[in-house]
C-alpha cells in the first residue's frame, strides 16, 4: 500500500511541476555557424540533380568562415592563411519558414534554405532562381 502510495505521490509532482508556467527558450542556431566569434566550416558535398561536384582530396575542397560581425570568407582549403577568400555578408533566419542563410557580395546573393543544421552538419538547399544552383553540405574542419 505504501508503494503504491509512494507513486501515486511521485506522479503526481511529476505532473505538477510540468504544468506550473515554466516556458521554454529556444536555442539561438546563429551561434552553430560563428560560435560567437568564428568558426571553419568545410564544404563536405557540392550536391546537384544527386551528383556530387565537390573535390574528392580535401586540401582542395572549399571552406567557409564565418564570423559573428555577420561577414564571411570562402577559399579553397589550401590556400588558407597564404590569400583572403572572398567575401561576403550573411544573414541567418531562423525565424522564417523555413529558415534561410543569404550570401551577398556586391551584386551577388545567393539564397538557401536551411535544410538541417546541427553543431556537426549543416545542409544548404539553394533556392529557386539564384545563380548558385547546389546543395551545400557543411561540416566543421576536421583535424588533419
Not at 98 to 127: G, S, Y
Amino acid at each position: 500500500m505504501k508503494s503504491f502510495f509512494g507513486i501515486f505521490l511521485f506522479v503526481g509532482l511529476i505532473i505538477s511541476a510540468c504544468s506550473v508556467g515554466v516556458t521554454t527558450t529556444p536555442i539561438d542556431k546563429h551561434f552553430i555557424l560563428d560560435d560567437n566569434s568564428s568558426k571553419i566550416w568545410l564544404v563536405n558535398k557540392l550536391v546537384k540533380n544527386n551528383v556530387d561536384y565537390s573535390n574528392k582530396e580535401i586540401g582542395k575542397k572549399d571552406i567557409i568562415v564565418f564570423f559573428a560581425t555577420g561577414r564571411c570568407m570562402i577559399q579553397k582549403m589550401n590556400t588558407f592563411g597564404d590569400t583572403i577568400g572572398d567575401k561576403f555578408n550573411y544573414y541567418l533566419r531562423m525565424s522564417t519558414a523555413p529558415p534561410t542563410l543569404e550570401l551577398t557580395k556586391e551584386k551577388k546573393r545567393w539564397l538557401f534554405t536551411v535544410h538541417t543544421i546541427t553543431d556537426d552538419k549543416i545542409i544548404l538547399l539553394p533556392q529557386r532562381g539564384v545563380k548558385f544552383p547546389y546543395e551545400m553540405e557543411l561540416i566543421p574542419l576536421p583535424e588533419p
